[in-house]
Every structure is written in C-alpha cells, then in structure tokens.
C-alpha cells in the first residue's frame, strides 16, 4: 500500500516544481517494471479538507497494477490538510488485511504528524501484532530530529530514507519498493561439534574444571558465583570469530539447564546470559535468572553497561507465588531442563531487547512461545558475541549450549 501525503505542504516547491508533482512522477518511474504478481494500493491523507485529521481515503485497494488508473487517482490529490501518518498507516494495515502473506506499506511524507499519534508506539505494536506488516517512510524534504518517522520504520523491520529532491526521491521509492529477499541462514554458526572449543573462541579466566564439549554441546557447570560483567569471572565465553554486521543482528542460543528444583523457601539462584560483552564496564546482555527468594520469581532482562552505567529493562516470566499467575514453577524447570529454550540478544536499529523462544512450550497453559523485554536504546555497543551459564549463590548451575548462532532478527 503506497500512502501518498496530501497535506498543504505538498505545493511547496523544490527548484521551481511543487513537491506533489516531484512525488506524482517518481511513483510514476517507481512502477514503470512494477512486477505482475505483487498488487498495489493507493492511499492519500490530508487531500480533501483543512484541518482534519480524519482525512483519510484509500483511493485504489491492493490489486494488480493500472498504471493509466493509477496515473488518474493521484492527479486527484490536491494537497490542503493535515499530516495524519499514524492514523492513515492503521488504515493501510485494515485495507491490507490479516492474511499471511507478507505486506508493506510505504508511507511518502514532506512533513511530520501533526494528528497526535505516536509512530514509535505505533511501529511497536505493528511489530508485536503477529502480522507480516513492513512499513518504510520516504522522509521527502524533511527533518525528523526526535526520529518518530525513522522509529515507525526501524520497528516494523522496514526502513526510513531521506529525499531532498526528485531524483533522490526516485532512488528512495524504487529501493523501499523492492521484494523483500529471501531469508538467508546464519552469519556465523557454532553446534560444537568436537572435542576442543578452538581458537574462535576466547575464554575468561579459563577453569577447564567447569566446562567440556561433550556430545555435539558446550556443557558449563558453575565453578565460582558470579554472573557476566564481574571482574575476573571464570568462564565467560566470548566468540572471537563471530563478526556482528553492520545494521540488524540477533546473538541467539540454544540451551538446555539445570537450575535446581521448587523448594518452600526459594530455590537456586541461577543465570544464562547472551550478549555483547567487551570489559566489564561495557557490555550489552540477554538474561534469564531465577531470583531464589519466596516467591522464586524467573525474570527475563536487557541488561547493558556502558562506561560502567547499567541501563536494563526486565519481564518477569514465572513465578511461584500466589495462585493468580497460575505458573506451575516445577514443570517450567523440568521444561528448560529437557526440552530448553533459545535465548537471544536482538539489535533493531538502536534499540536491544532480550527475547526467550521455549521450543514447543509455554510458561503458563495457553501462553505465549516467545517472550520479549521492552527495547533499550544504544548509541553503541562492542565486542564479540559472548556466554555465560552460573549461579549467583552457592548452589551449581548446569547449562549444556547445543548451538550459538549470529543471524539476521527475525520480526
């Protein structure tokens, strides 16, 4: 669904031609080899009335391109009104429907939203609903300083271009315009397959008493308390060869752990973490731990340091206290234990959040089988890909790593 931004601002103009001419010819160059099999649809906002947020029309649903039609229904967007981008991208994500298939939306704006809608909210409830919905914005002749527009995009999985005349504006509309490519595998994969871990990986303070390859798993058992980011923690194990690209990545491992049983007055205290982990002053993590109090709480949790200032966001995911939570605490244990669990570190743009996907299991009945903290915005972050197993008390924690892999995030 193309959404085509008809507020007033369009008659300005950019080296004597009005923006909405400049935008009605690049849509036009944009589905010159449009391809047969993918539909478009046409929307405008702001194009029938001043001052009202509501103005929204979708001029054409998604069908198989008429170039001649299409020609005709932008000829009759005259620019008068407002900049309602929120409320016109939920009608593009009603007009596309609920199906499956993957869809896109791709939002051209001069301006930013003057309606009241928060688009980084937006974006995040786009990406959280469940349905295969990109949109990407094409910034023309604007600046976004607090970033709403390159948010909408970035949390969606979609992404945000700035135009400042008309063949930047072309270039912008036939990159975001294309099929999206098919999924590839990792980056880089490690299923441990052998005796020795190698020289691709790097290990802290080595105690080759906690740890082994054995049966195709990195198998840890905790030698001394402590957790990732403490001085001279033994084994945290960093992944030298594993370069994380530029842009989007996920750090995901697949485990399965002992972390002890239910007891009356709380149980172990233990710790997984995935990551980014450089010193222990400067790290990003993804951690599940059980707390080990009276209520034996298990939390997800972001957790990053930088220059030795923490910043995290945390999700309690289970817990054995009063029965409104209805968590079955024991069979969640048994579950992590032999069925396990992928624990990944997720970069989106600047934002980070710890993610729990349990293979073919929920912490409660009818629950969700992904899990995922709120994002925690980074300007940067360094260091390898990076794991850790443990406990925070005196008690051991087992953790066998069948697989540690570096990939593209999924949405």
């Keep these: 669904m193309l959404i085509l931004d008809g507020s007033g601002s369009m008659w300005g103009q950019i080296e004597g031609r009005p923006k909405i001419e400049i935008a009605r010819n690049a849509i036009e160059r944009m589905t010159s080899d449009w391809p047969e099999d993918r539909d478009l649809g046409l929307m405008a906002y702001g194009h029938r009335r001043e001052g009202d947020c509501s103005d929204i029309e979708v001029l054409a649903n998604p069908g198989p391109l008429d170039r001649g039609d ?22 593009a994500r009603d007009s596309l429907g609920d199906g499956e298939a993957p869809a896109s939306v791709v939002v051209v704006t001069d301006g930013l939203e003057t309606c009241g809608a928060d688009l980084c909210a937006l974006g995040e409830e786009l990406a959280q609903s469940g349905t295969p919905l990109t949109a990407h914005v094409v910034g023309f002749d604007v600046a976004d300083p607090e970033g709403q527009l390159a948010c909408l995009a970035e949390r969606t999985g979609g992404r945000y271009l700035a135009a400042a005349n008309a063949e930047s504006l072309t270039e912008a509309l036939q990159d975001v315009s294309q099929p999206a490519p098919e999924p590839q595998g990792p980056l880089f994969e490690d299923d441990f397959d052998r005796a020795e871990l190698g020289a691709e990986w790097a290990v802290q303070q080595p105690d080759p008493n906690g740890f082994l390859l054995d049966d195709g798993a990195l198998m840890t058992m905790t030698v001394v308390p402590g957790y990732l980011g403490k001085p001279d923690q033994p084994n945290v194990f960093s992944w030298t060869a594993a370069e994380l690209p530029e842009g989007d990545w996920e750090i995901a491992a697949e485990f399965t752990a002992r972390m002890g049983e239910v007891k009356s007055l709380g149980g172990r205290r233990a710790i997984l973490q995935v990551g980014r982990y450089a010193d222990p002053d400067n790290y990003v ?9 009276s209520n034996d709480d298990m939390w997800l949790k972001l957790l990053a340091v ?8 945390a999700l309690e995911i289970a817990s054995d206290s009063c029965c409104p939570r209805d968590f079955d605490l024991a069979r969640i244990l048994s579950d992590f234990e032999e069925k396990g669990a992928t624990l990944s570190l997720v970069k989106t743009g600047r934002d980070y959040r710890a993610r729990l996907t349990m293979n073919g299991w929920t912490m409660q009945d009818d629950g969700p089988e992904v899990l995922e903290t709120q994002p925690v915005t980074l300007l940067r972050t360094q260091g390898p890909p990076a794991i850790f197993a443990g406990t925070m008390g005196p008690e051991q924690t087992l953790a066998l790593f069948d697989r540690v892999l570096v990939r593209a995030p999924a949405k």
């Design 285 to 293: 993590v993804a951690e599940i731990y059980r707390q080990g109090n």
């Design 306 to 313: 930088t220059d030795g200032t923490e910043t995290s966001d």
């Design 70 to 91: 299409l020609s005709g229904l932008m000829e009759t967007i005259s620019p008068r009104g407002k900049t309602p981008i929120g409320a016109a991208v939920r009608a």
